[in-house]
């Protein structure tokens, strides 16, 4: 490498090594902030040094060792902060020893396993979702608090707020910044995997805003998801989740008519699905079924890929649907899956087997006002040729829907019933 | 943002020479840690020596196929890769840790895929409309 790199490119090294930067410091630090700030002055460090003499053969190591210094540095500094001078003097070197030794040894360890670390700590349950999504984006993502206040449509203040009370509130539980193991792995892992899939549909769903999507918000919760399929290969639902958001990434360029309304799948022009992504979604939900995958993330994967599949809409294998779906009702049990469900079995078997079971859930507090069981419930009627009822089912579910263009379509299927 | 990273043909493989077990051994472990770091290698492959190749020539409605193999190295690619990364500074910076993709000197180009989110200055809602019924048919 030559001499006289650009900041910019300079700046491009740095953001590849921030985050395992990050991870290694958090541990030996105890403290996310410091190790944020520690691999901040290595940065610049590095953009004083580096134009002059040429980027070093291996920069993550060379980051590391000068964020080393500082760390030792600091740790001395406290240490002479909190205690008498003349208390310390011998039991300085000894520790100060003692860190140096922590710290090569962290040096050695299995680079994966400290920012998995990292990741496993930044999703802890002790953390709010919000605040989990927050914190996953900056010292991960290596967002900026402007960019993520951005996204979730927030103020930068309360982005920065919410950080900071989360690497506090780590700070308290005494976090290790470690990557659980036996019994408490799956359970830490269904949280990192549920802040990834937040921070997807929030980009994918826009829940506030005049946007419909946000598809950068997307490309980070993928970025993170393949992230973590590389350092966990082999657990299926990180398969199975990693599949789910790239084939519903695939169907982004579909997903907004060019008014930006949203086109329901049915109506999507498959020609213009992300065939890279569908084809990248597909391995990875062969993986995940290769490692028995039968977790929420993977069947739910599954569905995406029944979709992914057909030509077009009227190819669409409902009878596979259907069956995925008895199967994630048993592993995810909620009131839209079994709607969901009943919806599928109608398309595979006939409206009366989905009427059949959209009766056993009618009465379900959770989808009392929900726009969309009426408005199924209608569909069955109809094709059932049972107008009347079809209609009163239509007008509820139009009088529920707080969605104007979803109101006039369900209008419209009313007055379609004669 | 997408780019295309290119592997340049060099004459060692335009003879078609093979890649040793070592240079293979590098390549799959740079593969890995592109993996980890979470760029999303979307498509990729090698391609064979242009002694393979066709090229078909354009002149007003004639259409001429000519076989290879193709005398300018230089202009020939030997592989490519397509690689989904947050800018070019980035792709820069992950080909610069790439092995070396070619026994001797090489060369490898990174270009940006050309989306349509790159020209949305030059877009109008009249124009999205027509490029969105053009993409129906």
Known sequence: MTAGETHQA??????????RLIARLARIMRNVDRAEELAQDALVVALSEWPKTGVPANPGAWLMTTAKRRAIDAIRRDRILRRKHDEIAQELDSAVDGTAEEVEAAINDELGDELLGLIFTACHPVLSADARAALTLRVIGGLTTDEIARAFLSSEATIAQRIVRAK??????????????????????????????????????????????????????????????????????????????????????????????????????????????????????????????????????????????????????????????????????????????????????????????????????????????????????????RLAEARTEFEVAAKLTRNVREAAFLRARADACG | MRVMVIVKATDDSEKG???TREAFQAMEKFGEELIKAGIGVLAGAGLMNSSKGKRIAFDGANRTVIDGPFAETRELIAGFSIWEVKDIDEAVAWVKRSPNPMPGRSEIEIRPLGMMEEFEESVTPETKEIRYRLHEI
């Open chain 1, 10 to 19: 300079i700046e491009a090294i740095f953001r590849i090594e921030r985050a």
């Open chain 1, 168 to 385: 506090k509130t780590i700070g308290k539980a005494g976090l290790r910044f470690e990557v659980p193991r036996g019994a408490e792995l799956a359970a830490r892992l269904a949280s990192v995997l549920e802040v990834i899939y937040l921070i997807f549909n929030e980009g994918y769903a826009a829940t506030a805003g005049d946007d419909l999507v946000r598809p950068s918000l997307c490309l980070e919760a993928q970025r993170l998801g393949r992230m973590l399929a590389g350092l966990m290969p082999q657990d299926a639902e990180v398969q199975g989740l990693l599949a789910l958001m790239e084939i519903q990434a695939s169907r982004l360029p579909a997903r907004t008519g060019p008014d930006g309304a949203l086109v329901t799948l049915t109506e999507q022009n498959r020609g213009r699905w992300d065939r890279l992504l569908i084809r990248r979604g597909l391995e990875a939900l062969a993986r995940a079924e290769a490692l028995g995958g039968d977790g929420p993330y993977a069947l739910q994967a599954a569905l995406a890929a029944c979709h992914a599949r057909a030509p077009s809409a009227a190819d669409t294998d409902w009878p596979r649907i259907a069956a995925l779906y008895d199967r994630l009702r048993a592993v995810m049990p909620s009131p839209v899956v079994d709607l969901n469900r009943a919806i599928a079995h109608s398309m595979a078997f006939g409206p009366e087997a989905g009427l059949r079971l959209i009766d056993e859930i009618a009465d379900v507090d959770a989808l009392r006002n929900y726009a969309p069981l009426p408005a199924a419930r209608g569909d069955f009627l109809f094709r059932a040729g």
């Open chain 2, 17 to 19: 020479a093979s890649v």
